[in-house]
């Protein structure tokens, strides 16, 4: 639990009222004047992250990179991660599942038995992705993501700044309001490193078995799980026990 616990919880409110008069920019330096705790930043090298991960590095905010290595990544994800440490100078620190877990895991499901029932899929994504957050995220007072308002549905609901009464932490979304026309002209313009499957269709790059490309038009993350359908598809990073995606802004 981090030290000023209460401080940030308490600040989730303001930081949302003063995001919303900033760019991104200067979202993430206020941010780093406001709280006295570590700030993480955990990548999966899309785009969203990769337009971020630039403005954090100018920016020269004190921030930990973190990534959540599954064992399922593309090999174009794993040429953009290096490409990242090399353009930027920094190193992303990778988590990975627990092994004892995941021998477990596919000893019970199949190597691929996350598309034989939504509860596998959720037991795979909870062993490879979800557990190595919350290490990646222990002690942390601020979580920086790349998530976009624009990105589904469900994610309009969020807000900038919220508390996240599991983690007991500030979850922090400075490109919550940008379009995703905004964040691709930024990053060709910025020259960022971006994944090589953008160009192929792929909008929402997760794990190679579970992500596809998407025809034109098509919402922006239907290329995850595609086989599910009237879910809410997300991979339980940014859900709550009971399912909910995080959006209060108040401790509990
Ligand atoms: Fe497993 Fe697919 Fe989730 Fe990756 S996205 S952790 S392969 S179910």
């Given amino acids: 639990m981090p030290a000023d616990e209460t401080v940030s919880a308490a600040a989730g409110p303001s930081l949302n009222d003063a995001f919303a008069r900033l760019d991104p920019a200067d979202r993430l330096v206020f941010l780093s004047r406001s709280i006295s705790g570590p700030i993480v930043f955990t990548t999966s090298f899309g785009l969203e992250d990769q337009a971020l991960t630039h403005l954090i590095a100018e920016a020269g905010i004190d921030c930990r990179f973190a990534t959540l290595d599954t064992g399922r990544l593309f090999p174009e994800t794993h040429t953009v991660w290096a490409a990242t440490e090399q353009r930027y100078g920094i190193r992303i620190q990778a988590f990975y599942p627990r ?35 919350d290490r990646a995220l222990a002690g942390t007072a601020a979580w920086l993501t790349g998530l976009r308002a624009g990105q589904s549905g469900s994610r309009q609901a969020l807000e900038f700044v919220s508390y996240d009464p599991v983690r007991r932490l500030l979850k922090v979304n400075p490109l919550l309001d940008w379009s995703r026309d905004r964040v691709a002209a930024f990053v060709h313009q910025a020259n960022v490193p971006y994944n090589a499957l953008h160009d192929k ?16 038009g098509e919402p922006e993350r239907s290329g995850r799980w595609w086989w599910e359908q009237d879910q809410t598809r997300e991979c339980g990073l940014h859900l709550t026990p009971d399912g909910r995606l995080v959006r209060t802004g108040k401790p509990s």
Avoid: M, W
């Fill in 99 to 133: 092994a004892g877990a995941l021998e477990a895991l596919v000893h019970q499901h199949g190597i691929n038995g996350f598309y034989q029932s939504l509860d596998a899929r959720h037991a795979c994504c909870g062993v490879r992705k979800v557990e190595p957050l």
């Fill in 201 to 216: 269709g792929f909008l929402s790059i997760g794990c190679a078995p579970c992500t596809r490309a998407v025809a034109p």
